[in-house]
C-alpha cells in the first residue's frame, strides 16, 4: 500500500514570498491532516479535513495560510506571505476512519520549510 | 498550546538496556497515542491505549496509562541502535473534535 506522498521535500524561500506544499493522502482515506513542526518541537495540528470539508482550523493563521482539499482527496497548503517563523517542516498525514480520535494517522515524509 | 509533556526530554542509553520515557497530559481523553520520528522521517504509529486500559503491549513496547495521575510511559525493552529516534505521546482531548495533540517529544539515543 503506498503511502502518503508529499511535495517538494525541501524548499527555501524569502520572507515575503509565497510557497504551497502538496500532499496526496493514502487512497480511501477520508480525513487529511497538515501539521506544523518546529524544530525541537513536537507537530502542531494546522488544518483538519474530512473528505473535503473542514473540521477544525483553529490554529491556522488564516492572515497568512490556505489549505483546501478539493474532490476530497489532495490538498495543498500555501503560505502567502512567508515570515521568518514559519521556517519548520510541514507534515501532512491522513487516516481511515471519520469522526473519530480511534484512529492511526499515517504521516508523510514532510516539507522542510526554511524562510531567509 | 501542547496537551502532552514528555519526559525526559532526552535519554541515551547502551544498545540491550530498556528505555523509559513518560508523558503527561492535562484534560480528560479518549485514548492515547505514541509516535516515533526518525531523522529526517515522518512520524510512524507504534500504540493506542484506551482510557478504559492500563497496560498495552506490541512486541518490545510496552505502555502503561494512569488515568488518575494524567500520565503515560512507554517502555522499549532491549534496545536497539534502530530505536535511536524522537518519541511522542499523543493525546485527544474529549472536547476536540478528534484532533490530536502532541507532546514536544523525548529524544532517544541508543549507542551500539
Known amino acids: 500500500e503506498a503511502g502518503v506522498a508529499q511535495s517538494p521535500r525541501y524548499k527555501i524561500i524569502e520572507k515575503r514570498q509565497s510557497v504551497a506544499f502538496w500532499c496526496n493522502p493514502i487512497?480511501?482515506?477520508?480525513?487529511l491532516y497538515w501539521y506544523q513542526q518546529i524544530l525541537g518541537q513536537g507537530p502542531k495540528l494546522l488544518i483538519q479535513?474530512?473528505?473535503?470539508?473542514?473540521?477544525?482550523d483553529s490554529q491556522l493563521p488564516k492572515d497568512r495560510f490556505s489549505a483546501e482539499r478539493l474532490k476530497g482527496v489532495d490538498s495543498t497548503l500555501k503560505i502567502q506571505p512567508a515570515k521568518l517563523e514559519d521556517s519548520a517542516v510541514y507534515l501532512c498525514?491522513?487516516?481511515?476512519?471519520?469522526?473519530?480520535?480511534?484512529?492511526?494517522?499515517?504521516f508523510g515524509p514532510g516539507t522542510r520549510l526554511t524562510v531567509l | 498550546s501542547q496537551q502532552g509533556e514528555e519526559d525526559p526530554q532526552a535519554l541515551s542509553i547502551q544498545e540491550g538496556e530498556n528505555a523509559t520515557m513518560n508523558c503527561s497530559y492535562k484534560t480528560s481523553i479518549n485514548n492515547l497515542q505514541w509516535y516515533r520520528q526518525n531523522s529526517g522521517r515522518g512520524l510512524v504509529h507504534l500504540i493506542l491505549i484506551r482510557s478504559n486500559e492500563r497496560e498495552k503491549h506490541s512486541g518490545r513496547l510496552r505502555v502503561t496509562l494512569d488515568t488518575s495521575k494524567k500520565s503515560s510511559s512507554l517502555l522499549i525493552t532491549a534496545s536497539r541502535a534502530a530505536d535511536t529516534a524522537s518519541y511522542f505521546c499523543a493525546t485527544d482531548a474529549r472536547d476536540s473534535s478528534y484532533k490530536l495533540i502532541f507532546g514536544s517529544g523525548t529524544r532517544l539515543l541508543v549507542r551500539p
Open positions: 498525514a491522513s487516516s481511515l476512519v471519520m469522526f473519530s480520535s480511534y484512529n492511526e494517522q499515517f
Open positions: 487512497s480511501g482515506h477520508a480525513t
Open positions: 479535513f474530512q473528505n473535503n470539508g473542514v473540521v477544525d
